[in-house]
Nanobody, 120 residues
Framework: QVQLVESGGGSVQPGGSLSLSCAAS????????LTWYRQATGKEREQVAE???????NYADSVKGRFTISRDNAKNTVYLQMNSLKPEDTAVYYC??????????????WGQGTQVTVSS
């Protein structure tokens, strides 16, 4: 079974920083797409940052220049460094692992989420 576990959430003041981690068991990260999502109360889930199977990164416009996604394939762990946090960054943050198997079958796994709260 594939399991993803997020950690590192908490409460910070605007302008502060947090670092999130997502560790996987039951599979390996190498060659797979890793993505951080977030969902604020009453709003739709939003893609925040993506690390492609080839190691490229993509970011939502709302977090560009402030957030950094990175991965350690040897440790099966993906990270999200969040700087210059704003109140609108408040949300539950989820990590996602996605890959395609034989005949383009898509496998999609989610963690349980970790709460990030930014307030003064």
């Amino acid at each position: 079974q594939v399991q993803l576990v997020e950690s590192g959430g908490g409460s910070v003041q605007p302008g502060g920083s947090l670092s999130l981690s997502c560790a996987a068991s039951g599979t390996i990260f190498s060659g797979k797409v890793l993505t951080w999502y977030r969902q604020a109360t009453g709003k739709e889930r939003e893609q925040v940052a993506e690390s492609t199977s080839s190691g490229r990164t993509n970011y939502a416009d709302s977090v560009k220049g402030r957030f950094t996604i990175s991965r350690d394939n040897a440790k099966n762990t993906v990270y999200l460094q969040m700087n210059s946090l704003k109140p609108e960054d408040t949300a539950v943050y989820y990590c996602n692992l996605k890959y395609s198997g034989a005949f383009n079958r898509v496998y999609n796994y989610w963690g349980q989420g970790t709460q990030v709260t930014v307030s003064s």
